[in-house]
Every structure is written in C-alpha cells, then in structure tokens.
C-alpha cells in the first residue's frame, strides 16, 4: 500500500498524514473545531447584506475619480 502523502494541518501547520484520520485534514479535532470556529466568525462579520439604503448616505460625497485626483494632487505637493 501506498503510503498517505503528509499535509500540513491548515490550523497549526503541524506535518503529518492527517488525512487519513478522522479529523482530516486537520491533526486533531481540536484544529478542526479551531477552524470551523474561523469561518462562524466571518460569517458573522458579513450576517449584514449590502443593500441600497447603506448606499444612499455616500450618494452626497463627491465622486471616485474626484477623490483619486484630490490625493494625487496631494503627493504633488509633497514632493
Ligand atoms: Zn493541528
């Protein structure tokens, strides 16, 4: 039999042929609950879809391009 080729466990990049255990590719289930963990909280910081009233308090701010210009102008006085 084929040896199980080594991965890193993604949560403490400890070496090891996590694959072929019950956790994988994590080492431990602790490193897996670790990661599930991660994704929970991102999916926390985004529970708030954008929608077009968050929009409509930037509408009076003066355009992108503007913005870029004013900045540019800016490094031009610095230098
Ligand atoms: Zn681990």
């Known amino acids: 039999m084929k040896p199980e080729p080594k991965v890193k466990c993604p949560t403490c990049r400890?070496?090891?042929?996590?694959?072929?255990?019950?956790?994988?590719?994590?080492?431990?289930?602790?490193?897996?609950?670790?990661?599930?963990?991660?994704?929970?909280?991102?999916?926390?910081?985004?529970?708030e879809p954008l929608r077009p009233e968050h929009l409509e308090k930037y509408a009076d701010l003066p355009s992108g391009e503007h913005l870029d210009r004013a900045d540019t102008d800016d490094k031009n006085q610095a230098t």
């Open 14 to 47: 400890k070496e090891g042929d996590w694959f072929a255990g019950r956790n994988g590719p994590f080492c431990s289930q602790r490193c897996k609950l670790i990661d599930l963990g991660k994704w929970f909280n991102q999916e926390n910081a985004i529970s």
